[in-house]
């Protein structure tokens, strides 16, 4: 049984440029949030997304956007970089119609120069 | 708002030492409580978890005890194993959410 994956695994950027990361969900899950975890601090959420449509958004600017396929994985894309987006983004996924515990992706670390 | 404080780290013990993190929350109603681990270059597993108040969760030796009178869940172990060092992040989810909220982590360091 596949855990979550994420892909790239590390992701160097340049300012003002645009990142796009993936995420290929548990086996059996339907529902995928996206997280940002910068050095030294907890995960901050960033979108859920369930039946490829966002469904919770955190506090984070339009610059951050996303999508899921039809087969639940999902994208997430980041324009415009700036210095501040790096960080390990993480993704996590559920079956949607259950609470509780999401399982997490290793995670992809972003770093912009 | 939500809010999980921890205490600061890093944490650092010799191998079979007692563990204790300190986790504080603010939470409107009565929200479940998580422990999660995280090791280096992996993401965050779920250690343990509780869902109302003097429940206690337990995983792997780690216990953790829903505190609602001092809105508290720290994080014991009787006896580390250089193994356990890691980043440790508690966690809560108010009732008719699903999306968590963390804290800042606290990392743990056993030495042999």
């Known amino acids: 049984d596949a855990g979550v994956t994420q892909s790239p695994t590390h992701l160097i950027k340049t300012r003002g440029q645009q990142v796009t990361l993936r995420c290929s969900p548990k086996?059996?899950?339907?529902?995928v949030s996206w997280y940002q975890q910068a050095l030294g601090q907890g995960p901050q959420f960033i979108f859920q997304?369930?039946?490829?449509?966002?469904?919770q958004r955190g506090n984070f600017p339009d610059r951050f956007s996303g999508h899921q396929f039809p087969n639940y994985s999902s994208e997430l894309n980041v324009n415009a970089l700036l210095l501040g987006d790096s960080a390990l983004y993480l993704c996590a996924t559920k079956l949607y119609r259950e609470g509780g515990e999401q399982y997490f992706g290793p995670g992809t670390r972003l770093t912009v120069t | 708002g939500d809010s999980v404080t921890q205490m600061e780290g890093p944490v650092t013990l010799s191998e079979e030492a007692f563990l204790t993190i300190n986790c504080t929350y603010t939470a409107t109603g009565y929200p479940s409580l998580f422990w999660y681990v995280q090791y280096p270059g992996e993401g965050l597993q779920l250690l343990l978890k509780a869902t109302k108040a003097d429940d206690k969760g337990s995983n792997k030796g780690f216990e953790a005890t829903y505190r609602k009178e001092t809105t508290s869940f720290h994080l014991e172990k009787g006896s580390v194993q250089v193994s356990d060092s890691a980043v440790y992040f508690c966690a809560l989810l108010s009732g008719g959410s699903y999306i968590p909220t963390f804290g800042r982590g606290t990392s743990l360091i056993v030495h042999p």
């Open positions: 086996s059996g899950h339907d529902t």
């Open positions: 997304y369930y039946e490829e449509e966002e469904r």
